[in-house]
């Protein structure tokens, strides 16, 4: 009689992006290693937010991450330091072949915390039927984002977090990179720039935006014709192929404000093996195997996956499959904005973009706004001092 298999359990984020290519590398491990299971589990975005990856650590043994948390993977050393378990010439290969900083967003205080297999940055989405339909080219300039918008046919979505994460985005076009200093968050000039333009914007949009995050606007785009253009928000390839939805989306590079083109705020995900499993060794070949350049630039994008490495944005069949969404946009990803990484900014994530988004709803002034942010960054800074 054949032993027990060794039941190793995985959480993700419930999306097909998320969930579906972890699925089908698991069955294929399972094929490969009849003694191992593999189970992933699913939880929404807010989950993510509401639950310290930290303590899922103690009941799983991979867990998908924000590149933002590996700050408090180094103070916790809850999850293992990859370059410490995988070979030396893997870790070179991830590292060269990474769209934009996703490899080395997972790396801090000297360690790699976790392999970049998922990479994404807010990019343009956009129903090119509708457009050449309605012989409306695809918006180059802010401008002509502002025109499409005052005809009602833009989406973005409005969330908190979104918006804050397009408040970088702003800040940085109007000149400044914000966290330079540990006294506000940006200047109170950049900021009320920023403000100002996102104002004139948001104001324009449909308001079941404000209640939308990527997902339900890419769902929005591909399930109907009310919108034909969205500026700015974490793409999801999936919406671009056959078959997913009523109708396919295209992908491309960020617009240009005042002659600079605007740039957006790193996602994607990463693959942590916890420090507490029992069957270490397989969850690192497994976590090897998901973030290899040959599963990532095949399978893992044919199952529904948005990979991590390089040549898998770069692969000619992918392109086909995804619209040429991956060749389309990868210069606004190679371009995007690195959010900070230190223990405590998640608190700072989780909170900041409330004020953003009452300053747009017309609730508080910008400079409230701002002000709330900053007592909100300081505070993020004292879990950063405490814990560090």
Request: aromatic residues 12%; proline residues 4%.
């Given at each position: 009689?054949s032993?027990?298999?060794?039941?190793?359990?995985?959480i993700?984020?419930?999306?097909?992006?998320?969930?579906?290519?972890?699925?089908?590398?698991?069955?294929?491990?399972?094929?490969?290693?009849?003694?191992?299971?593999?189970?992933?589990?699913?939880r929404?975005?807010?989950?993510?937010?509401d639950?310290?990856i930290?303590?899922?650590?103690?009941?799983?043994?991979l867990l998908?991450?924000?590149?933002?948390?590996?700050?408090?993977?180094?103070?916790?050393?809850?999850?293992?330091?990859?370059?410490?378990?995988l070979?030396?010439?893997?870790?070179k290969?991830?590292?060269?072949?990474?769209?934009?900083?996703?490899?080395?967003?997972?790396?801090?205080?000297?360690?790699?915390?976790?392999?970049?297999?998922?990479?994404?940055?807010?990019?343009?989405?956009?129903?090119?039927?509708?457009?050449?339909?309605?012989?409306?080219?695809i918006?180059?300039?802010?401008?002509?984002?502002?025109?499409?918008?005052?005809?009602?046919?833009?989406?973005?979505?409005?969330?908190?977090?979104?918006?804050?994460?397009?408040?970088?985005?702003?800040?940085?076009?109007?000149g400044?990179?914000?966290?330079?200093?540990?006294?506000?968050?940006?200047?109170?000039?950049?900021?009320?720039?920023?403000?100002?333009?996102?104002?004139?914007?948001?104001?324009?949009?449909?308001?079941?935006?404000?209640?939308?995050?990527?997902i339900?606007?890419?769902e929005?785009?591909?399930?109907s014709?009310?919108?034909?253009?969205?500026?700015?928000?974490?793409?999801?390839?999936?919406?671009?192929?056959?078959?997913?939805?009523?109708?396919?989306?295209?992908?491309?590079?960020?617009?240009?404000?005042?002659?600079?083109?605007?740039?957006?705020?790193?996602?994607?995900?990463?693959?942590?093996?916890s420090?507490?499993?029992?069957?270490?060794?397989?969850?690192?070949?497994?976590?090897?195997?998901?973030?290899?350049?040959?599963?990532?630039?095949?399978?893992?994008?044919?199952?529904?996956?948005?990979?991590?490495?390089?040549?898998?944005?770069?692969?000619?069949?992918?392109?086909?499959?995804?619209?040429?969404?991956?060749?389309?946009?990868?210069?606004?990803?190679?371009?995007?904005?690195?959010?900070?990484?230190?223990?405590?900014?998640?608190?700072?994530?989780?909170?900041?973009?409330?004020?953003?988004?009452?300053?747009?709803?017309?609730?508080?002034?910008?400079?409230?706004?701002?002000?709330?942010?900053?007592?909100?960054?300081?505070?993020?800074?004292?879990?950063?001092?405490?814990?560090?």
């Amino acid at each position: 009689m054949s032993s027990s298999p060794k039941i190793l359990k995985g959480i993700t984020w419930g999306h097909t992006r998320g969930l579906v290519p972890l699925q089908a590398c698991a069955q294929r491990f399972r094929e490969l290693y009849p003694d191992v299971h593999i189970e992933w589990r699913q939880r929404t975005l807010q989950e993510f937010a509401d639950y310290p990856i930290e303590k899922l650590t103690e009941s799983y043994d991979l867990l998908i991450i924000d590149h933002p948390w590996v700050g408090c993977a180094a103070v916790t050393n809850c999850v293992l330091p990859l370059d410490e378990h995988l070979s030396e010439e893997y870790i070179k290969n991830q590292k060269e072949n990474q769209v934009g900083g996703s490899h080395d967003s997972y790396n801090y205080g000297g360690h790699q915390w976790a392999l970049a297999v998922d990479a994404a940055a807010p990019v343009p989405s956009f129903r090119k039927d509708l457009l050449d339909e309605n012989q409306t080219r695809i918006p180059e300039t802010w401008d002509e984002v502002l025109d499409l918008a005052k005809k009602g046919k833009v989406a973005a979505p409005a969330i908190p977090i979104d918006l804050l994460m397009n408040f970088y985005m702003f800040c940085q076009v109007h000149g400044e990179v914000p966290f330079r200093s540990e006294e506000e968050v940006i200047s109170e000039e950049t900021a009320l720039k920023a403000f100002e333009t996102m104002e004139e914007f948001y104001s324009l949009l449909d308001k079941r935006m404000f209640k939308a995050n990527p997902i339900k606007v890419a769902e929005m785009m591909s399930s109907s014709n009310d919108f034909w253009y969205c500026p700015f928000a974490y793409g999801y390839s999936n919406y671009t192929r056959r078959g997913y939805a009523d109708y396919q989306l295209h992908y491309g590079d960020l617009v240009k404000f005042n002659g600079k083109s605007l740039r957006s705020t790193l996602g994607g995900t990463g693959l942590s093996v916890s420090a507490f499993s029992k069957h270490k060794n397989e969850a690192l070949e497994f976590a090897e195997m998901v973030a290899s350049e040959n599963y990532q630039t095949t399978e893992f994008v044919m199952h529904g996956g948005q990979p991590g490495h390089r040549n898998a944005w770069l692969d000619e069949q992918n392109n086909v499959l995804n619209n040429n969404c991956f060749k389309e946009s990868l210069k606004s990803l190679d371009d995007s904005y690195l959010r900070p990484r230190y223990n405590g900014y998640l608190y700072f994530q989780d909170h900041a973009g409330d004020p953003v988004q009452d300053f747009l709803l017309g609730k508080i002034k910008a400079k409230e706004a701002l002000d709330k942010m900053n007592k909100i960054y300081l505070e993020s800074l004292k879990l950063k001092n405490d814990k560090n």
